[in-house]
C-alpha cells in the first residue's frame, strides 16, 4: 500500500512562497488521486487541493485558488503543493493524501472518507 512522507514545510514572511512536497512509496503510484489537506491548531482539518492520477484534473478549495499550485510528478512518485502569497491564515500542518476516486471525480479527494492513506503532515508557519 502507499506511504506517504511530507516534507519542505518552515516559517516564511506574509506574502512569501514555500513549496511542500510529498513523496510516495509503492509502485501504483499513477492510479492514485493525491490531495493535500491542512489542520490549523485547534481547528479541524479541511481539503487544500486534488489533483488526479495523471494530473489533467485538478480541484482547489475557494482559499486556495490563485495562489496555490498543486502538481505531480509520476516518475519521482511525487506530488507537490506550490503556495505563493502566502498570509498568516495559512498557518497549519499540511497532511498529504491519496485516494482511489473515480478518475474524472477529482472532486472527491476532499472528502477525508474517501482518502485511503495520510502523510505525517508538515508545519507551515506564516509570520506577520
Known amino acids: 500500500q502507499v506511504q506517504l512522507v511530507e516534507s519542505g514545510g518552515g516559517l516564511v514572511q506574509t506574502g512569501g512562497s514555500l513549496r511542500v512536497s510529498c513523496a510516495a512509496s509503492g509502485r501504483t503510484f499513477s492510479s492514485y488521486a493525491m490531495g493535500w489537506f491542512r489542520q490549523a491548531p485547534g481547528k479541524e482539518r479541511e481539503f487544500v487541493a486534488a489533483?488526479?492520477?495523471?494530473?489533467?484534473?485538478?480541484y482547489y478549495a475557494d482559499f486556495a485558488k490563485g495562489r496555490f499550485t498543486i502538481s505531480r510528478d509520476n516518475a519521482k512518485t511525487t506530488v507537490y503543493l506550490q503556495m505563493n502569497s502566502l498570509k498568516p491564515e495559512d498557518t497549519a500542518v499540511y497532511y498529504c493524501?491519496?485516494?482511489?476516486?473515480?478518475?474524472?471525480?477529482?472532486?472527491?479527494?476532499?472528502?477525508?472518507?474517501?482518502?485511503?492513506?495520510w502523510g505525517q503532515g508538515t508545519l507551515v508557519t506564516v509570520s506577520s
Open positions: 493524501a491519496a485516494g482511489s476516486v473515480p478518475p474524472l471525480l477529482i472532486a472527491y479527494m476532499s472528502v477525508e472518507s474517501n482518502v485511503d492513506a
Open positions: 489533483i488526479n492520477g495523471y494530473g489533467n484534473r485538478i
